[in-house]
């Protein structure tokens, strides 16, 4: 977006609709979010892999699916005007982690758990915890078959959020069984919605023969009634497909996750098989599903690979952090240990050889600096370290320079207690400054 200033003939620049700029401010909760992340990761044993953001559109009208909202309305796809090559900027990532996968050949020696965190995008009209540039974490384990795999990562997800102070949320499980039973759902689900067809709207008209399952993911109010009477794809499971979900509902309760049954959950993605499920609060309104995902085993078929078993999921990070807000449970900001005051500018060559050695030492600290209006009074810098939460002031004045000392002062406890160390041997202070773990 533009926008003409009447004050100069520079025009004023925005950022795109539903792209948005994450702050200081908030940046602090978002390094926060990554550091639990990456803790329960290493935790769970799965490591880290970043594939590119852009992607060939290929990749996701055939992993995706063709008929999906994702690749008929959603995509940011262009061509690619040096050589004409279709790109899309990657709407999600499971599909570009297991191309990253077939192409390398990770699963060659055994089966693989990854995790990524990124930027994702999607044209569509924004809203609260819905932006065209979103962020996700998802996990991965591929070449793993069995259902314990399956409860692994639901697993993981759960006890991610309960790191994070999440409470509230509930959990909704499903199986998709294999081909073949979908198969036999399928024809069943179109012979009902075509009793039915005065019903549908234009999207389950459009999809009703070319996929039926997605109807039942519709958020049509005036159609629930008729699709909560449509069969039922657990009616159609065999006994393996039965087995497999029944172990997965099994280890979730011994590790005490409690779940539902949902026999609507579909996902609305196409690769999607055996077990389906979402992490849902009630408190971000339309946008509660937190986290979902599945196994996908036919996946890696779609996309050229040999035959793969895998399952995965998806988190939504700005949803998760809203949802933190709104509980109350994200008041997470990053602050210094201490705050250096530097009272005239000759001070600074003393002051920044001191706070080198300081960082060095692990301490985290913050220099006040001269501005347009100058240095600033004694007591505005004071005014500066209060306000930035640091424990401890620095303070580098003309008589602690002469005198070869710095002076610290105590912010935090009420006693406002001062002493002087020697500024030639900082190394040896430095950890009575440091934050306690």
């Not at 590790?255 to 999607?272: I, K, M, T």
Request: proline share 4%; with cysteine; aromatic share 8%.
């Amino acid at each position: 977006m533009v926008e003409k200033s009447t004050s100069s003939r520079v025009e004023k620049l925005y950022a795109v609709k539903g792209m948005n700029d994450i702050l200081p401010s908030d940046s602090s909760h978002w390094e926060w979010f990554e550091e639990q992340v990456r803790s329960q990761m290493v935790r769970h044993a799965y490591r880290n892999i970043r594939t590119p953001i852009v992607e060939p559109t290929a990749l996701f009208v055939r992993g995706t699916g063709e008929t999906t909202d994702i690749v008929e309305k959603e995509m940011y796809a262009f061509e690619d005007k040096l050589n004409g090559e279709a790109l899309t900027l990657r709407p999600e990532n499971t599909p570009g982690v297991v191309r990253a996968a077939i192409e390398h050949n990770l699963t060659y020696d055994g089966g693989k758990r990854l995790y990524y965190m990124g930027p994702m995008f999607r044209h569509e009209r924004p809203q609260r915890g819905r932006y065209r540039q979103f962020y996700q974490l998802g996990a991965e384990a591929l070449g793993f078959a069995g259902p314990e795999i399956d409860a692994e990562l639901m697993l993981l997800a759960h006890q991610l959020l309960s790191s994070l102070g999440v409470h509230g949320v509930r959990v909704e499980l499903n199986s998709l069984g294999v081909a073949s039973e979908r198969h036999a759902h399928r024809a069943a689900l179109i012979a009902y919605f075509q009793k039915h067809a005065d019903m549908l709207d234009a999207d389950a008209k459009r999809r009703l023969h070319a996929n039926p399952l997605r109807i039942l993911d519709s958020k049509n109010p005036a159609m629930q009634s008729m699709v909560d009477q449509a069969p039922q794809l657990l009616d159609f499971l065999g006994d393996p497909s039965m087995k497999h979900f029944d172990t997965v509902k099994t280890l979730l309760s011994a590790c005490g996750v409690q779940w539902s049954v949902n026999p609507r959950l579909v996902r609305g993605l196409d690769y999607y098989s055996h077990t389906v499920f979402e992490f849902i609060t009630d408190e971000l309104g339309a946008q509660g599903t937190l986290c979902g995902g599945g196994r996908y085993d036919g996946l890696f078929e779609l996309l050229g690979g040999k035959p793969t078993p895998a399952v995965g999921w998806g988190m939504g990070i700005e949803r998760v952090l809203e949802l933190l807000k709104v509980q109350g449970c994200s008041n997470v900001i990053a602050s210094p240990d201490a705050y250096a005051i530097v009272a005239e500018c000759g001070g600074f060559s003393v002051a920044m050889q001191c706070l080198r050695v300081l960082r060095a030492e692990g301490v985290s600290v913050q220099m006040h600096g001269s501005t347009l209006e100058g240095m600033g009074s004694i007591k505005s810098q004071f005014k500066r370290a209060d306000a930035s939460g640091a424990r401890f002031a620095l303070i580098f004045g003309p008589d602690e320079i002469a005198q070869g000392v710095v002076t610290i002062k105590s912010l935090r406890d009420g006693s406002g207690a001062q002493l002087t160390q020697a500024l030639n041997q900082p190394s040896l202070w430095a950890r009575s400054l440091q934050s306690p773990a």
